[in-house]
């Protein structure tokens, strides 16, 4: 089978591997329909962290059910899936108290392979999440909104929720890239009436106001802090979705909020240490983390989709085939593209 | 009047002061009835953080109105009242969003002087509390659960609100000071089927355990850690309450926690730098600050006192009157009292 390999920092390739196949009870075989690039694969793709050689890579994907280990009862072969990053087992007190993104039985081999022609899927009588009907059922704007559910709007999603954005609320995005567009789209459908994008590109300022955002802050640090205190009557926002992770914005993040806000974070925290003080005295909150996939697809976004409530979709704004796997990381990693989709088969 | 006064580490004194007087139309003047000594108030008795010599002390009192300002109408001479050590103006965003202690107009002068005969009251309009009838109407238990209501039983609910308790949760607190203790009980008001009480004193354990503590853990640090893996399965608890503010404390806080779990911190803060990525790769949550008082009060607190629900007041070990304030101090500084009550009027 064909699969998307890591060959060194900048250089991406296709190799001929010997095809998934089933290893354990809990395992699926998914035959790959659309995948696609995450801005957390840039890291190795730029060389800021390390990366076996020849490694399979991706873990953004939705497929067709293949076969299926003896353990698999929810999916069976021919069913369409979303198959989500997050492997929960489903039966753990992580998985129970809905955050499948920290299941307490996953492995750190299961999440590699999704750009590619098939894939084995570990615990996958539990994370994956079954779509009705069949990839042709779907127009091409469909498929990619149900691909976003493998991971970048479950993520932006989470930021949302992590924040406890509730109806009526005033919230700030930190991040225009994928994750932060999704996260407007996912502040607009918990209810959020003023959504503040902090972006400084026209094409993802406008994409952002399509999503929902009713204000654009294009300002950094303490001149964005200024910005949101004019935008809100000195108040500050209700709940602050950090989606990029570097160590300024962690810091806006806090600083936007009003007494009591929940900073959500899913941008993967860059900076170790942080003064937490600044949290303590004006009552700031901060949660987040691995997104739940598997339980928030199934409760609130698999539905939001296919009732074309929402169009996450439309952050795929270059398409790709496996072979062009190169190009779809340049786009990506020069930001021509805002994510890069990978068509692998019909 | 008489007033409680700080002299110098280890050393309390009472002074003859001019009385107290309404001074802007929002103030409010009270003749106190009984009131007490804060863990808080530890810090600069035993000289950790600097206090100004002859400087008026104590922020926790229960009291009846003598006089207010023009612009006070909630409160009127004679009324009974819970003077809470937060002074929320009740129109702020803070306020307005619940959190009175963070209220934006608060001013850094006015949390002072409860320990005394008389006490200007600042922003009395809202921020005071009114309880029916008159202390006559009350038993000496009832009292001191009132008391309480101005600070340390609100402190202690402001935990497991931050920590988000639910009905059903295991929840650990960790501390057994007064804020504490009062955890438990707020644990136990907010549902929580099962409270691990984090105690190394036979007579405090047996307090938590009175207000609802159904396990004690006596070790510390990641020997606690382990306690609470053996009593939940390996899961990890719910929800956590920190109410100590060591790095130590903090740290286990964040590793009793199941993914997802909430710390909820009233312990003010030791150490300013701490790895939050330890909070992220668990989805482990941050939350809390100063206590919502007059807020929480209001919406809950008073009622559960009034109904005999809670009884925080136990926390008062030993009684004083006001002549007695270094003996007062001392019992809690050397650790013989939880917490001193100070009896000032009938």
């Given at each position: ?130 779509i009705p ?9 469909q ?159 698999l539905d939001a989709v296919l009732k074309g ?38």
């Amino acid at each position: 089978m064909k699969t998307a390999v890591f060959i060194e920092p900048g250089k991406m390739s296709v190799q001929d591997l010997p095809k998934a196949q089933v290893k354990q009870p809990t395992d699926a075989v998914l035959k790959i329909v659309r995948a696609c690039v995450c801005g957390s694969d840039l890291w190795w793709y730029r060389g800021i962290s390390k990366r076996q050689a020849n490694s399979p890579v991706g873990h953004e994907a939705i497929g067709i059910v293949e076969s299926v280990g003896s353990a698999v009862t929810n999916v069976k072969p021919g069913d369409f899936v979303i198959a989500p990053f997050t492997h929960g087992c489903g039966h753990c007190a992580a998985c129970l108290a809905g955050f499948d993104g920290d299941c307490m039985n996953k492995t750190d081999d299961e999440i590699v392979g999704y750009q590619g022609e098939y894939l084995r899927f570990k615990n996958a009588n539990w994370a994956l999440v079954k779509i009705p009907g069949q990839p042709a059922d779907y127009t091409d704007a469909q498929l990619n909104d149900l691909l976003t559910l493998s991971d970048v709007m479950a993520t932006g999603y989470h930021a949302a929720t992590s924040a406890e954005v509730k109806a009526g609320d005033t919230v700030v995005v930190m991040g225009d890239g994928a994750v932060g567009l999704c996260g407007v789209i996912a502040a607009k459908l918990l209810g959020a009436t003023r959504i503040i994008a902090m972006s400084r590109h026209a094409d993802r300022q406008a994409l952002a106001k399509e999503f929902g955002a009713t204000d654009i802050i294009a300002e950094r640090g303490d001149e964005a802090v200024q910005k949101v205190g004019e935008l809100t009557a000195g108040a500050g926002a209700d709940a602050v979705l950090e989606c990029v992770g570097t160590e300024l914005s962690v810091d806006t993040a806090i600083k936007v909020g009003r007494p009591g806000a929940v900073v959500g974070r899913v941008g993967v925290p860059q900076k170790t240490e942080m003064n937490t003080n600044n949290l303590f005295w004006r009552n700031i909150g901060l949660r987040g983390g691995i997104a739940s996939v598997t339980t928030d697809d199934r409760q609130v976004l698999l539905d939001a989709v296919l009732k074309g409530e929402i169009h996450p979709g439309k952050v795929f704004t270059q398409r790709f085939e496996l072979d062009e796997i190169q190009a779809a990381y340049e786009a990506m990693g020069q930001r021509r593209a805002i994510k890069s989709l990978l068509v692998i088969s019909e």
